[in-house]
């Protein structure tokens, strides 16, 4: 007889689970064991792992897989069982990693291969290929695709978020603290008191009494500036939505704008300006033609304006606003020179027009909707044992199961965006679409969307100063890792997983339409890093650019109001305070859309932040110090950003690696 030492890891705090029996049988290439009833008579909660002893009449030679199945318990008959590794001692000494990390909530036996990473094409016996089958056929019957409207990406099919599959459910911990404040983010705001309120704001002063509820450093600055032009052109760069401003080399035609207006001392021409590669065009055309919606039986307002800006001392600010797309008597081009309400009126609506594009699109759609569907492409192709699962897994984190609250909360006919925005109902459907169609891989990798925006040496640009080493730090670490193996071209390109995988990225997530730029397919390794970088990025640096500084930029409302209640002015010269304050949303929607965006932006206790991987997925060396070498790279990243900032009159935070999290978990 020989005996194998097993220890099982049942994870942490987070992974709390009821106590069980459970029977292991141990596959190698010499034979197997019987199966061998193991207990654990105490709650599966602690890192130390429970170490039991399996007997064999011989030895197994080199372990290829182990078989879990959890035995029926009669007090816990629906007990659910989190497995985070099992690591086996052979009698000669041999360690044997199995990393597992899955829940298991039957008493089916389940089948895990040995933690090496590899390719299907490299299973030679007949367990671990039947590990590989298993694994992808359970998954798929997990993981559906289901879409919600025609023309928008499709996402995981649920009737609800408790029928989520519980692997992709928040931890205990999440889950108490999403219950928590989606409960008490009024009182939190301690702006409960004020939701029942529907009358119009009479003055700035009493908008500045609600907000002195809660606030922040970056809030406080907000609120003090957000009259200034030079915060105005300061947040298309560096706000909570840096994708829509681009150099403008040809003014539009629909846009007419003269050299007499923007540079009345006829010392300057637009021309030349432009030549210099100082004028600057943020166009929301997307808004053009948008359903306005209704809220609470009143017509709300949204226009799709032009904004041309002016680069200028290292500042960039607004020289010319057009609120509509087709000029028009009834559409003059506003100036910084009309009167002050004329001016701050127009933009105001810009600002609430940036509100709904970012919201809709920056945020939603090309974080959280992308994010949800390389989440269900990973999870229904790629089985636990291939390079690309153990690689990608960290970065959907939580990511299904917000987006499922976020359908039920935020989107639905009764949600939140519905009740508080100017394009919610019918008219977020109409954006969603319209951006989708229009999105294209460049857009999705930063220095090709930097490129392509003509933005490469705007001053003062942080997102794109640390967006760019943070997309270069993820670049090195995913050509390093993937590299390791695929050694060539031809292995890419004969990796039917890998081909399966982006195959559904570009079904259902970009509905085959050819014109984005995404591939079909990957034919070689460079193809395949890139993508995987974009996928990591957009996951983790590109929601936090968009999403950490919402309450900052957001909570002040007259900066970014959600919707606004009068039509835009049709002249000059007519605007008062009265005016904006009549435009701005009413008392209780400003109150919903600061707890909102107070909400979309908090943190939960147990995040998980940008070169942390706590489940250790990789068990060879070069892949695991290739994970060292990030979390350096993205250390010293974090210390340059602290010294940056310490020089700022505002600092830039959002791409900090100390504040990016994993995956679009919020």
Known sequence: MVSYKVSVYTGDAAHFSTFHDFCITLVGTDGESEPTKLSTWIPSFKLNPFTHEVKCTKPLGELLAIILQKEYHWVYPNGSWFVAKVVVESPMGHIFQFPIYKWITDCKDHYFQEGSAKFFSQEKENITKLCWTKDVEEQQALYSWDQPKDGLPYNIKAESCSSLPVDVRFSYTKEIEMMYTKEKALDELKVAEWLEHKKKWTNIEDIKYLYSYHRTEISDYVCQNWKKDSFFGYQFLNGVNPMMIQRCETLPENFQVTDEMVFKDGNQSLTDEMKKGNIFLSDYKMLDGVKANIIDGKQQYMVAPLVLLHQTDD????????????????????????SEWDWLLA??????????????????????????????????????MHPLYKLLI???RYTLMINCLARKLLLSDDGIFTKIASS??????????KALSSMTYRSLCLPDDICDRGLEDVPNFFYRDDGLKLWDIIHSFVKGTLQYYYKDNEMVQEDQ???????????????????????????????LVKFVTMVIFTCSAQHSAVNAGQYDFIGWMPNSPATLQCPPPSKK??????????????????????AAVWLLSKQSSDS?????????????????????????????LSLQIKARNEELELPYTYLDPKVVENSVSV
């Open 424 to 433: 919610g109902g019918e008219g977020m459907f109409t954006i969603l679409r």
């Open 608 to 636: 998980e932040f940008l070169g942390n991987y706590p489940e250790q997925r990789f068990i060879e060396n070069v892949p695991l110090n290739n994970i060292k070498v990030f979390k350096e790279q993205l250390d010293e």
């Open 347 to 384: 933009k105001m609506f810009v600002k609430n027009a940036d509100f709904n594009m970012h919201e809709l699109s920056s945020h939603l759609l090309r974080t959280h909707l992308l994010a949800e569907v390389f989440a269900v492409a990973l999870l229904r192709q790629i089985p636990m």
């Open 394 to 396: 960290p970065h959907t």
């Open 497 to 527: 997983a890998l081909q399966q995988w982006i195959g559904d990225i570009y079904s259902y997530g970009f509905l085959k339409e050819k014109n984005t730029g995404i591939p079909m397919r990957f034919d070689t390794v460079d193809e």
């Open 315 to 338: 500042k960039l600010m607004p020289i010319a606003i057009q609120l509509k797309q087709i000029p028009a008597e009834d559409n003059p081009v506003f100036l910084p020179t009309d």
């Open 573 to 594: 010269g007519e605007a008062t305070e009265e005016t904006l304050l009549d435009t701005l949303p009413s008392l209780d929607i400003t109150v919903q859309s600061m």
